[in-house]
């Protein structure tokens, strides 16, 4: 082989390094920084500055913003398909400093069903005032749409209840359908982004992930498949208000073989500083 040939075929090598280099390169999704946080209410009016991304693969347009002690976060799902057992499972949202994909440290958001009495004992666990007429108010109530979250901790299952800790630094998350459009938006305090006592990082790994079936899911159509069930437990996400529940498109969750699909996608993002 000439030294032409050479020439050539070490320019092709390096050219084809730097795609594979390129085809591989990290993509970071920037935060954008906000001096008037967002109103957590599942509406994205408040939303028009920041810069909007998609994920293709389940049709979903998100997009980040932050101020010096929370992260927001706003997803537009665009086809109730990918929604699948969202209203059961809630969205587990991922996050760490190490730019892997673990599942060790999150928190979950759920909408739960519950009683006005059960709204009582979750606000006083938390450390929140109810007053007379609160409680007398919320006595009243037979069902709550509460929009609720809970921590995920590494080879542990999610707690029951969330722990108490000052009201303003909790998380919130709110979700709202209007016509096809599905909006979820979240709060997190920067200080969940990083290990106990940890500084919080400019850049982190976040994982999305919802759909599938829960345990309790997966006993009822166990129970369903022999005999021992009752099917109207098993579909849990037929609810009043409908987010991701209407037009028939959940699966039969007791069917030989069936069961929804779960759903999960990862980036990097980077904390906007202060302007």
Not at 70 to 96: A, R
Not at 226 to 235: L, T, W
Request: with cysteine.
């Amino acid at each position: 082989m000439n030294h032409k040939n050479i020439r050539t075929w070490a320019l092709v090598l390096i050219a084809a390094c730097l795609v594979w280099g390129w085809g591989f390169s990290k993509v970071v999704v920037k935060s954008g920084w906000t001096a008037t946080p967002p109103t957590i209410d599942g509406g994205s009016a408040d939303w028009k500055e920041a810069a909007f991304q998609t994920e293709k693969g389940v049709k979903v347009d998100y997009a980040f913003l932050n101020d010096g002690s929370f992260l927001y976060v706003l997803m537009n799902f665009k086809d109730p398909k990918y929604l699948s057992s969202i209203e059961t499972t809630g969205i587990h949202i991922y996050f760490n400093a190490e730019g892997k994909k673990k599942t060790d440290h999150g928190i979950r958001f759920l909408r739960r069903k519950v009683t006005g009495d059960q709204v009582i004992a979750i606000m006083e666990k938390r450390g929140e005032t109810v007053t007379d007429q609160d409680r007398a108010s919320l006595s009243s109530q037979k069902l709550f749409y509460l929009y609720d979250w809970e921590p995920i901790v590494k080879d542990k299952e999610p707690l029951p209840q969330a722990p108490t800790r000052p009201f303003a630094e909790s998380p919130q998350f709110k979700a709202r359908q209007v016509e096809n459009l599905w909006t979820y938006e979240f709060k997190i305090p920067l200080t969940d982004l990083a290990a106990a006592g940890a500084a919080i990082p400019p850049e982190i790994k976040i994982g999305f992930e919802w759909g599938g079936m829960t345990e309790e899911m997966r006993k009822a159509a166990a129970a369903r498949m022999g005999g021992r069930g009752n099917p109207s437990v098993i579909d849990m996400s037929q609810s009043a208000e409908g987010l991701g529940g209407r037009g028939g498109d959940q699966p039969n969750l007791g069917s030989p073989g069936g069961g929804p699909k779960k759903y999960d996608f990862w980036l990097d993002l980077q904390l906007a500083a202060n302007k």
